[in-house]
């Protein structure tokens, strides 16, 4: 097992620009989760997907992002038209069926927009 | 919405004293968690707890989840410089459908060797 892997690490990008990050959750992992954490805060909620479906999603996540999980293993967070204000961490988390609240995190995401 | 509280916002303390930090809220929360967070990195879950008045332990860590369910704390024992980092508490509320959890703004630990 080894936990769960983002991709990039980091990211600088211009605004404007769409950026895309990938998450895999432990494997046998149903739940998969993203939230977004900003200096000096606690992750913050974005959305979460049950096997493929995508079954909440938070009044954070605007019309530029979306989220897919299409096969139920991997996840794609996708920026459109990237502002300065959407610099932060993208966090991905997943957790077993019937212990949903035992989010296990992955290392993040470090988006830049300049 | 559902906010937490955490105190105090950042610890300095010596190696090997106790710690003790809390997570308060206006609302009621079913589950508790406690994360670490190192520079860098993902939070690593800690401690959770389920029921109201539960006292869960791993290893030097103690975690309880209060009695009125709008409280939490932890408590790590004989402090030592790895415990360096920001600790966060999460809780999963009853908005009813929502699934989220919510977290704190962590507190910052300081262990001086």
Request: charged residues 20%.
């Amino acid at each position: 097992d080894t936990g769960v892997s983002q991709d990039p690490r980091h990211k600088i990008t211009k605004r404007g620009q769409n950026v895309t990050f990938r998450c895999d959750p432990i494997s046998e992992h149903n739940r998969l989760y993203w939230y977004r954490q900003t200096l000096g805060q606690g992750p913050e909620f974005l959305t979460y997907f049950q096997n493929e479906a995508q079954l909440e999603k938070s009044r954070l996540l605007s019309d530029r992002f979306s989220a897919e999980r299409p096969k139920g293993s991997f996840s794609t967070l996708e920026i459109q038209r990237t502002e300065q204000g959407d610099s932060a961490m993208y966090l991905c988390a997943s957790s077993l069926p019937g212990l949903p609240y035992e989010q296990y995190f992955g290392p993040g995401t470090r988006l830049t927009v300049t | 919405g559902q906010q937490l509280n955490q105190s105090p916002q950042s610890m300095f303390i010596q190696e090997g004293e106790d710690v003790s930090m809390n997570c308060t809220s206006s609302s009621i929360f079913n589950t508790w968690l406690w994360y670490k967070q190192d520079p860098g990195e993902g939070p690593v879950l800690l401690i959770a707890l389920y029921k109201a008045g539960e006292l869960t332990s791993n290893g030097r860590l103690t975690a309880q989840f209060g009695i009125t369910r709008k409280d939490s704390f932890l408590n790590i024992s004989a402090s030592i410089p790895s415990d360096v980092g920001i600790y966060f508490c999460a809780g999963k509320g009853t908005q009813g459908g929502s699934e989220k959890l919510v977290f704190g703004k962590g507190t910052k630990l300081t262990v001086n060797p």
